[in-house]
């Protein structure tokens, strides 16, 4: 998707999500911006296998999801 197209898709779910307080979305996203912007709640996946889950603010200070999507110090 374009940058225009995942902002125009970022303003719809947020709109449903406010009009429908008890609607569950799920969303599967690599984009770091939109996970940050839309989610209450979150799961990270590495190859497949659950790895963390939480907030943004929770998930992002994870260390096995910064080593899974930053690298490892070598």
Excluded: F, W
């Excluded at 979150?42 to 497949?48: A, D, E, K, P, R």
């Amino acid at each position: 998707m374009t940058h225009d197209e995942t902002d125009a898709l970022m303003q719809d779910i947020m709109q449903v999500r406010s009009k429908l307080k008890t609607l569950s979305v799920v969303l599967i996203e690599h984009e770091i911006k939109v996970i940050e912007k839309i989610t209450d709640h979150c799961i990270v996946l590495n190859y497949g296998k659950k790895i963390a889950q939480g907030t943004y603010a929770q998930i992002t200070r994870d260390p096995n999801v910064q080593t899974a999507y930053l690298g490892e110090d070598e």
